[in-house]
């Protein structure tokens, strides 16, 4: 623990507001943006309409229970206590239809900043992430000769790949500048993740497949993104990722829903490092996370791990919801910590791209935004 008081380590918490100026659908608007996805390739997605006739099946409970079944970890969660209660193969079908509609919605809504022209041209359009390249570059020390990461954290509660786009786009551009000046490529000189941290039941899969479905002349260069070396950025995605299978069934996705027991070894062992991180953090920024009521274990999970930390100077919520903020985010505060803690109300490209953002985030986060 004493290394941990010269330590200088941002804890960064994202939630589905983290995404949302992408184009990706918040909790509550998910099933509904589903809609209109499936509505677009009918034929395509018939598993669609499984889930949302069982969504049907469910509307009776509304008439003794204020159940947000439009929310999607809500009916996330049914589905799962469903299926752990009756054991029936067809629930187990709607939850194996589910985790596809999840990432089908998904992959329809992130944009893929790499195609090819009319002219077989490659072309790359990365207008969409500009606000992600620029929230990356917060966790780069140093890129003049190669990547050199801040000993940083991200904890995402998100299944989607957007940060992995943003870190694709890095590492191409930067290939492309290394190859125009004819330098070699140093080891490990791009933008890396890691993820997994040696756990052998959960292969990440290459991220370009994911990009490519369902767009027109889409391309996706061959690029590194995740090793386990010491200089990677660590990305803990609590929850799983669109790109994840198990080792054991590469057919399935290996996403979970907040309600999951967060002992079951296939996914303790993100959660233990998650704990360790939250436990040697300096600053915590909890950015488009609402810790919403289905996930109590969040709540446990920073609660014990702050109650080990011993240099934690300052808890920081980028939230445009004031009101989510307030009943959600502040009522977690003790009242004495409270004054080390700060509510901005802004959304994420306010935060990484406004003058007064980047101010903010020199001089309360050490860091600065380089993109």
């Known amino acids: ?8 380590k941002n804890v960064y918490l994202l939630g589905a507001g983290f995404s949302k100026e992408i184009g990706l659908p918040l909790q509550d608007d998910f099933l509904l943006v589903a809609k209109e996805v499936f509505f677009k390739r009918t034929g395509q997605y018939k598993h669609f309409q499984r889930v949302f006739e069982y969504q049907d099946k469910l509307t009776k409970m509304k008439k003794y229970l ?3 079944l439009l929310n999607l970890e809500h009916l996330f969660n049914l589905i799962e206590m469903d299926f752990f209660y009756s054991q029936d193969s067809a629930i187990l079908q709607i939850k194996n239809d589910f985790t596809r509609l999840i990432c089908d919605v998904l992959i329809d809504r992130t944009p893929c900043p790499f195609y090819h022209d009319a002219s077989g041209h490659l072309r790359i359009d990365d207008s969409k992430f500009q606000t992600y390249l620029s929230f990356i570059s917060l966790f780069i020390k140093d890129d003049k000769h190669k990547v ?8 995402s509660f998100n299944y989607d790949l957007v940060l992995e786009g943003a870190a694709s786009i890095y590492n191409w551009k930067r290939d492309e500048r290394r190859l125009d000046g004819y330098t070699t490529k140093p080891r490990n000189d791009s933008f890396l993740f890691n993820t997994t941290f040696g756990k052998t039941n959960i292969v990440v899969e290459d991220v370009g497949q994911y990009f490519k479905k369902n767009m027109s002349n889409p391309y996706f260069p061959s690029l590194e993104l995740y090793s386990e070396n010491d200089g990677s950025l660590k990305l803990l995605k609590l929850h799983g990722s669109i790109n994840w299978t198990p080792a054991d069934d590469h057919t399935k996705t290996f996403i979970v829903p907040p309600t999951w027991n967060k002992s079951d070894p296939e996914i303790r062992v993100l959660w233990d490092k998650a704990y360790k991180e ?24 920073l609660g014990l791990a702050l109650n080990e930390n011993q240099i934690l100077q300052n808890i920081y919520f980028i939230n445009p919801d004031r009101d989510v903020a307030k009943r959600m985010c502040l009522s977690l505060l003790d009242r004495y910590f409270e004054k080390y803690c700060e509510y901005k109300e802004w959304k994420l490209s306010e935060f990484i791209d406004s003058n007064e953002g980047k101010q903010f985030i020199k001089h309360h986060l050490n860091r600065e935004v380089t993109a």
């Open 1 to 8: 623990m004493s290394d941990s008081f010269n330590n200088d």
């Open 66 to 68: 204020n159940y947000p």
């Open 148 to 155: 050199v990461m801040h000993d940083d954290t991200i904890i």
């Open 278 to 301: 939250l436990m040697t953090a300096k600053r915590i920024i909890v950015i488009g996370y609402s810790f919403p009521e289905t996930d109590i274990y969040v709540k446990s999970l």
